[in-house]
């Protein structure tokens, strides 16, 4: 059982077939990746195991510079999320940052539900203000699950504006890099993903982005 424990021997198996069929396919693959990574998409999402990146968008490993968190938050005091923001764009000069959030997310739940969770609680408190910023409309949802999902879409939305309003999205677009910030909802249940529409290339855009009523 330690044993099994200690080397994961199946995930070594599935690598080492991976990288047959891969080479197979494509002899300089790898020779081609070590050379350097080219991705034009920076994608944040959720932790959540069920929403793989690369996976979902049907793309091969260095196409996509991948961020995630619990609740595909982009917080302006986290170092971690602001370090991959700015080697993207600056450094790699990403053309799309994509944030998708997704439907039946546990952090949403979580900042719906009234439930103490711990530690947790301190950073799905983020989706928690974006509960109560949209209260009225969120509020005005009868069924249970929609209440949910409208508040994946909308933190979602409200992620965008916070990628809008770093420092380093702002100074890209200040210097005429193209930039398009995205908004996106993945549903676990059929595998599908859904443009918000609230795709922001410019400052001006941002203003004007009004995701619901309030
Ligand atoms: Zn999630």
């Not at 991948?66 to 600056?90: I, K, M, P, T, W």
Request: charged share 25%.
């Amino acid at each position: 059982m330690e044993a099994a424990l200690k080397k994961l021997q199946q995930l070594f198996e599935n690598n080492r077939r991976w990288v047959e069929k891969v080479t197979q396919e494509d002899p300089e693959f790898f020779k081609r990746l070590s050379r350097q990574q080219k991705p034009e998409i920076l994608w944040i999402g959720c932790s959540d195991s069920r929403v793989p990146a690369n996976q979902i968008v049907g793309l091969p490993p260095g196409e996509v510079f991948v961020h995630r968190n619990v609740g595909n938050l982009v917080v302006h005091s986290d170092l971690n999320c602001l370090a991959v923001l700015q080697f993207s764009v600056e450094v790699l000069k990403v053309k799309h940052i994509i944030v998708c959030g997704h439907y039946r997310c546990g952090a949403i739940a979580g900042a719906l539900s009234q439930a103490r969770l711990g530690m947790i609680e301190n950073w799905i408190g983020h989706i928690a203000d974006v509960r109560e910023k949209y209260s009225a409309y969120i509020d005005s949802e009868p069924d249970s699950v929609e209440r949910e999902n409208r508040l994946s879409e909308l933190n979602v939305v409200e992620q965008v504006i916070n990628v809008c309003s770093t420092s380093v999205v702002k100074d890209a677009w200040e210097r005429g890099a193209p930039l398009a910030v995205h908004g996106w909802i993945y549903d676990v249940a059929d595998g599908l993903l859904r443009d918000l529409n609230c795709c922001v290339t410019s400052r001006s855009e941002v203003q004007a982005l009004q995701p619901v009523p309030r």
